[in-house]
């Protein structure tokens, strides 16, 4: 992205002078409201950001944001009203010195809390200070000042903002790359665009303020850019408050059914453990079963989103071989990552295995295994019960669900037993 942005500078700044100088102060009124408005817009998401993270970097970025905004807002007041002395002249200029200063320091500062929680109301008091105390001592120093700035006077302060740029550019670019943020992808860009309009400016100085110039144009881009950042911030936060009530839903729906569906399969099961003969032995058999089915539904419903495949099928398998009391064998590989629904089809999976060892093998002991296999992963299960022969055997449900989950990852799924060998289970994705 940022290549691109230099690409499409350069391209600019080589063949656009002749085409964009042109004298417009209407134009350069409005792309003067367009920076502050889109400064200030950015300001006001990254200072409910800060809220949230109080890092030392998204407070000096609202910093920046704000006195940018600032100034570019002061300025389009002096493209309005013409003549507004040294005052007026100088701050503007000033002010983006200040602002691209504090963007560059976000840019190198530290990912770690400024303030305790308290501080995060008064985000904003640093700014409004610093602009405050900077207009006291330009409004102070305003007779030794010129009327109006020129070209040469603005050398330096070109310079300046052009350092500043080129330093955000390249530290905001560089923490994109190990970072998942979404702003952090667009600031660089900006960055780059912003430090190129100021080498527009040093190249072709302006010397009117009725004139529209290409520097000008690059400016607006960089903020225009910042405007895409500042949807993806928007996009960003509803996506997570999203996931936030989805989390919060999912915790109801746990608690209810922890109180309610749980405590009641509970209770029919120790009441139809009374009964004696065949037929009270299926319908106890199959409370257990409906019992591990909603405990299965009550643990995935509290699990965290991010949790790993290892962690999740260790506690899933060792729940059930304590509650059969089965001697469980784990190998779990941790560094093996899979998305939310190959976790969930794979621990699915895991589980009807012991469950088939435990109730129709009256296995002692399982074997779980879950490693690499050359470019893929293996997940294998073995268990030492009297195994059957499948040709001679109905294949249950339980077998065919654990197929279809297998080939659904994409994966495959084989199925090895043999009479008084016990069963092995392997599935491939």
Known sequence: MALVAVVVCLAVVALAEGKLGYQS?????????????????????????????TTWQDLL??????????????????????????????????????????????????????????WRHWALAPAVAGMLLLSALLYWRRGSLPDAVTAGELLVPQILTLAFFV??????????RSRDDVLLRWLGPACAVGAFARLNYLLFPPDSPDWLYSG????????????IAAGREI??????????????????????????????????????????????????????????????????????DDEPLGTVLRRAVEQLAQRY????????????????????????IAREAVLNAVRHGKADRVRIQLSRDGDGSRLRIIDDGPGFDPEQRHTGFGLISMRERAEALPGTFVLTTRPAEGTTVVVRW
């Open 216 to 227: 000008d144009v690059l400016r607006t881009v960089s903020y225009l850019l910042l405007l």
């Open 25 to 53: 102060p209407a134009a350069h009124l409005v792309l003067e409201t367009v920076n502050a408005c889109v400064a200030l817009l950015l300001a006001f998401l990254v200072y409910g950001r800060f809220r949230r993270s």
């Open 325 to 348: 009391g089965v001697t469980l064998d784990l190998e779990v590989d941790e560094s093996i990552v899979v998305d939310r629904p190959q976790r969930h089809a794979l621990v699915r």
């Open 61 to 118: 970025l609202l910093q920046g944001l704000v006195v940018l905004g600032t100034a570019n807002a002061l300025l389009s007041v002096t493209l309005v009203k013409g003549e507004v002395g040294a005052f007026g002249s100088w701050l503007p200029p000033t002010l983006r010195i200040v602002g691209t200063l504090l963007i560059a320091a976000s840019a190198l500062a530290p990912a770690r809390q400024a303030w305790g929680s308290g």
């Open 167 to 176: 330093v955000a550019a390249v530290a905001f670019t560089l923490q994109a």
């Open 235 to 304: 996009s960003r936060h509803w996506a997570l408050q999203a996931e936030i009530a989805v989390v919060e839903d999912r915790r109801r729906l746990a608690r209810e059914m922890h109180d309610g569906v749980l405590q009641e399969l509970g209770y029919i099961r120790s009441e139809i453990a009374t009964f004696d003969g065949p037929r009270g032995n299926l319908i106890l058999a199959a409370s257990d079963r409906a019992l591990d089915e909603a405990r299965q539904m009550l643990e995935a419903l509290g699990r965290a």
